[in-house]
């Protein structure tokens, strides 16, 4: 019995070989995905990228029902003045609106994501994390976003966190698992790569920057790095994991950005929503101005698009 | 170990659309007269030749080209300004003028880097981020120094040495006018210049900027020529100081018929500079480095990181990164604000460069990026030769193109033996995540600038200059103002 037990345990990944990061080099290579040049035809390809890209995201204390209804309206009927739109990939709401969101999102092609895991601190023990996991999951959650245990990373205690996301993902059950690293609370690069390798070879099937209540949120250099970390694991692994920016993105322009750097560091099979997400609330009406200004050639006033 | 079958795909799926920069706005005469004296005059021998645009081979401009008669009057128009005007102008003065220079090219700076780029063929994006900036950069830095001369040689008194003749390549064309002439007119000297054959047209902007800045006549001449043309102001008795930027066999020449007078002279010459990575560098970072230091201006740059040595433990995944990372280059239309690696300069240069792809297939393996570059104009792809070794003719010999050499070591002292291997020394680059290292490192190289975890930077404020046949004498930051002055109790 203990020899079957060694045998289905996932092995720590030794983080002493996961490469140095020189943040100078970094900001250097984010600039330069910057001074790209994203005009006409491809402009447009990539705004409806983007917002298929989208997890329509509330996480608020005042949250309510109702509030969770309209933002799944809006995730069905984003702008329908403007036809051949895609819809979000998923609305990301707290456990207990889950089901409220299961309600209004009855027979869409959308994605039902649950922040767990004593978000956003994940100061809880274990076996609460995991009944907040599984509540979610009952209640239809088909993504479930969890955070990692920042202060038992920060004092070294791998092995703790990286048990920890096992855990988490084995409550998941069918739900994929997003591994938030909190990376504003991180500190470093290096940290975020190595945060990003034990989340990874823990079984995480995305990884994400912030949970949005920490500042700084997602930046395109924490992105870069960790969309390193999973070229390198698919090229070790053959397995491909996605990557969630969350907080912070709320430009068209900054979206089109980390597509670039998506694009020309892990290349074409990313670029989907199956492998690629933006944790956002405001980008989406961002988005959909640009793309009816692509259309008409003027901008329009913020009050033509609904706010939800 | 990265296994095989795992690829990434970078080709075809979500694409950028052309983004060209418009060049409306930009004024090209169809022929260009050389700059004597405050004019532009005919050259006496009546002869033009054309300026074409490497990436298209269109004609660009018909260009004089000055003889001995020309450059006799250029030297002696600068003579004459140095006697009358510049030479006894207060140092406050001179810098006040040269202020004026780089504020109206940064004001016309997106002029500038249009031409250069349909002049050279480098990107738009280097000739507008890099080139014209730091051409600009290195006006405001002289500038500040021309009346600061007696804190710059403290207890000296620094003199002018009165006509600087000043040759320059075709790889960088503003900004090595920039490098030659800032500094010379800071210290009071003036100036004969010669813009490389191929890429004339910038310094002759430059020409107009002067006249703009209310310059004296003759303070700044600039003639527009080939090799003979020149030869003729490095011999020019009326010359006190040669600077000259390019190939080291020019060099040499240089350097024997300077031998016996009493000018002073500066060259930069060639290079082969090592980009050394140890196995504890920011593996990403230090890819991303390899590729400015080579593929950076189609790798036309003399202190390019053109042999890369990469300790043995990380080779396989180093050279796998950089392999992916050359799939995202695009190369292709200058003009394109994407464009990441332009035309080849010239059909000649290109020869050059294939001529040493046929060498080193037969001395390792090459490898290539794919993708599709023009029909028309003048390419390269960026290119890796793996498996070569220090008795290869692609690892000794400096190729001036997007090419790369890639060696392994083992230990510290062989990545220094191999690095200095050469008969250049013009820079270096080192990659680790140990500062000791980095320190140890930098001594052990024999190049004028060693850069740590980053490649081909350049400030105003930093000097450069090579070893052994990289040149002699230092250009930019403090130590370039030496090469302009004699000094004296």
Redesign the interface.
């Known amino acids: 019995m203990a020899l079957s037990a060694v045998k289905v345990a996932r092995r720590l990944p030794d983080l002493s070989r996961v ?4 943040e ?3 900001n ?2 984010v600039a330069r995905f910057q ?9 447009v ?2 705004l409806k ?1 983007i917002l298929s890209m989208i997890d329509l995201t509330t996480l608020e204390g005042q949250d309510t029902a109702g509030k969770v209804t309209q933002l799944c309206q809006k995730a069905i009927h984003l702008h329908d003045a403007l036809p051949g739109l895609p819809h979000v990939a998923a609305v990301c709401v707290y456990p207990t609106m889950v089901g409220v969101a299961k309600k209004a999102l009855a027979g869409h092609d959308i994605n039902i994501a649950s922040v767990a895991t004593a978000f956003p601190s994940g100061m809880s023990t274990l076996s609460v994390k995991l009944d907040d996991t599984r509540m979610a999951v009952a209640a239809g959650a088909t993504e479930i976003d969890m955070v990692i245990s920042r202060g038992a990373f920060l004092s070294g205690d791998y092995r703790y966190v990286f048990d920890e996301i096992i855990a988490v993902k084995k409550a998941c059950g069918d739900a994929h698992l997003k591994v938030i690293l909190e990376t504003g609370e991180l500190g470093t690069l290096d940290r975020v790569r190595k945060a990003s390798v034990l989340a990874m070879y823990a079984g995480a099937d995305f990884i994400k920057t912030s949970t949005g209540k920490i500042q700084p949120a997602a930046t395109m250099q924490v992105t870069l790095v960790m969309l ?1 970390a999973i ?2 694991f ?5 397995k491909m994991v996605g990557m969630k920016p969350a907080g912070g993105i709320s430009t068209s322009k900054l979206a089109i950005h980390y ?1 670039v750097m998506l ?2 560091t ?4 990313w ?1 989907t929503p199956e492998w690629f997400r933006f944790g956002a609330s405001s980008l989406a009406n961002d988005v959909l101005m640009q793309l009816m200004k692509q259309s008409t050639g003027v901008y329009q006033s913020p009050d033509y698009f609904s706010k939800d | ?3 095989p ?2 690829k ?12 060209p920069e418009s060049t409306d706005h930009i004024n090209i005469n169809s022929r260009y007269g050389l700059f004597i004296n405050g004019d532009f005059v005919k050259p006496s021998s009546g002869r033009y030749f054309d300026t074409v645009n490497p990436a298209t081979e269109e004609k660009l401009s018909r260009i004089a080209e000055a003889n001995q008669t020309d450059v006799d009057k250029a030297v002696a128009a600068a003579r004459n300004a140095y006697k009358t005007t510049w030479g006894r102008m207060k140092p406050g003065e001179r810098a006040k003028y040269i202020y004026r220079i780089a504020r109206i090219m940064q004001e016309r700076a997106r002029e500038f880097s249009v031409i250069e780029t349909l002049d050279g063929g480098k990107p738009i ?1 280097e000739s507008r ?1 890099i080139d014209v900036p730091l051409a600009a950069a290195h006006f405001f830095y002289y500038a500040g120094w021309a009346d600061k001369l007696d804190y710059a040689f403290p207890g000296r008194k620094a003199r002018s040495l009165g006509v600087a003749g000043q040759v320059i390549p075709w790889n960088f064309p503003l900004l090595m006018a920039a490098w030659k002439i800032a500094p010379a007119l800071a210290c009071g000297n003036t100036v004969v210049l010669k813009p490389a054959e191929t890429t004339p047209l910038t310094a002759l902007k430059l020409a107009e900027v002067i006249a703009d800045a209310g310059l004296p006549p003759g303070v700044v001449n600039i003639v527009t020529g080939a090799g003979p043309t020149g030869a003729a102001i490095v011999n020019h008795p009326g010359v006190d100081k040669v600077a000259f930027t390019g190939s080291t066999n020019v060099g040499r020449m240089i350097q024997k018929s300077l031998a016996g007078s009493k000018k002073k002279y500066t060259l930069e010459l060639g290079g082969k500079a090592a980009n050394i990575i140890f196995a ?7 890819v ?2 390899i590729v400015n230091g080579i593929f950076f201006n189609q790798g036309h740059v003399c202190c390019a990181g053109s042999r890369l040595l990469v300790q043995e433990s990380v080779a396989e995944e180093v050279i ?1 990164r950089l392999k992916d990372r050359m799939e ?1 280059l695009i190369v292709g239309n200058p003009m394109d ?2 464009t990441d690696v332009g035309a080849i300069n010239s059909s000649m240069q290109l020869e050059r460069i294939q001529a040493y792809l046929k060498v080193g297939k037969t001395e390792g393996e090459m490898h290539q990026s794919s993708g599709r570059v023009p029909r028309k104009g003048y390419w390269c792809r960026p290119t890796i030769f793996t498996g070569v070794s220090q008795s290869s003719r692609v690892v000794q010999e400096e190729i001036f193109g997007p090419v790369l050499a890639i060696q392994t070591f083992r230990r510290f002292d062989e990545a220094i033996s191999k690095a200095n291997n050469t008969p250049y020394g013009l820079s270096g680059g080192i990659w680790t ?1 140990k500062g000791s290292k980095i320190f140890k490192m930098t001594q052990s190289i024999r190049a004028g600038v060693v850069w740590a ?2 490649f081909n930077k350049f400030d105003p404020t930093s000097p450069f200059g090579g070893y052994k046949e990289s040149g002699v004498g230092r250009e930019g930051g403090l130590h370039g103002l030496d090469a302009y002055v004699k000094l004296g109790a």
């Open positions: 490469p140095a990061v020189d100078v080099g970094v250097e290579r001074t790209r040049s994203i005009k006409s035809s491809s402009k390809e990539a990228l390193q070229r390198d698919y090229l070790e692994t053959g597509l694009k020309e892990l290349g074409n099979a670029m | 170990m990265p296994t079958e795992n990434l795909a970078f080709d075809g799926g979500w694409e950028y659309a052309p983004a994006r981020d504890d560098a920011a593996i990403d970072q230090a991303e480095g796998a995202t604000k994407n995540d975890n980053t």
